[in-house]
């Protein structure tokens, strides 16, 4: 019986192993197109002769070389932590006293202003990125990578912010009365209390909040030209394809080293962000 059990268990686990594969080649067939592309001869891209999924010629490091000392890809990487990093502590430091504010602080239409937050997250960037390019240019920012520093929060902070608050909503209210009681203020409360408890849903929403922020595309684009200035998604389009002539080689390879930070990022903290996003909407 036992065994009988074990085998049934084992079988179970077999079956589901196997329904999991096409969904790895599905969602796995993008990045390994990708990386097969960078290291391919341009002659070999364009090619219509032989079989696309593999390398059929000798691989080549040309197109990573023009990337990394052709292109002004470092400094692209370089503006990019710089702002992705600056949004990220922006937007918790005002997502984590809004969120607070919000769910423990009684004050007049406090538990609307949950609902209008989230809802400022659903108007679309390219409703806003026109009235925006007068703001920034009235602010003497236009063309410049510190003009992503007042428009990334706009579309960050409102997202994070509800996350937030579904995390302290669900936090007992008696853990408030004892910090009270030992004559706790509001800050150490939030401090002491409220961080350690609702870790998951910090290290979501900032794993949300660098992820956009690197991600980035329409922003940058529309407000900078320099290239010392663009990031790394607007650099890489702009110097990788001229007019109706793309680069795939060197697109592709400056597309899989942009994604590395991201990619890193999740590999060791996605239990925690699905934690996060999930255990908020039990409030």
């Not at 870790?199 to 684009?221: D, E, H, N, R």
Request: hydrophobic fraction near 55%; charged fraction near 10%.
């Amino acid at each position: 019986m036992i065994r009988s059990l074990a085998k049934r268990k084992k079988m179970k686990v077999t079956i589901s192993y196997l329904v999991l594969i096409p969904f790895l080649v599905f969602f796995l067939f993008p990045l390994y197109w990708m990386l097969i592309t960078s290291f391919k001869t341009d002659t070999e891209i364009t090619s219509l002769k032989g079989i696309p999924l593999v390398i059929q010629s000798k691989p080549t490091l040309a197109h990573y070389k023009k990337i990394l000392f052709g292109t002004e890809f470092l400094v692209w990487v370089k503006n990019s932590v710089v702002i992705a990093g600056l949004v990220t502590l922006i937007t918790m430091a005002i997502s984590i006293l809004a969120a607070y504010a919000i769910s423990r602080l009684r004050f007049f239409a406090s538990q609307y202003f949950g609902v209008g937050v989230f809802c400022t997250y659903l108007v679309p960037p390219t409703l806003l990125f026109i009235p925006f390019f007068k703001v920034v240019g009235s602010m003497g920012l236009l063309n410049t990578k510190w003009a992503l520093l007042f428009l990334y929060p706009t579309f960050t902070v409102p997202f994070c912010t509800w996350i937030l608050i579904g995390f302290f909503s669900i936090i007992p209210r008696a853990l408030d009365e004892a910090a009270f009681v030992d004559g706790a203020t509001y800050i150490q409360m939030l401090w002491k209390v409220f961080l350690p408890v609702a870790a998951p849903g910090l290290i979501a929403a900032t794993m949300f909040a660098f992820t956009v922020s690197w991600a980035q595309f329409l922003y940058p684009l529309a407000y900078i030209y320099r290239a010392d200035e663009q990031v790394l998604t607007a650099g890489i389009y702009t110097t990788l394809i001229r007019g109706d002539v793309y680069f795939w080689g060197e697109l592709m390879g400056a597309a899989l080293l942009a994604s590395v930070p991201v990619v890193i990022l999740f590999a060791f903290l996605m239990d925690y962000y699905i934690a996060g996003l999930t255990g908020g909407m039990l409030r």
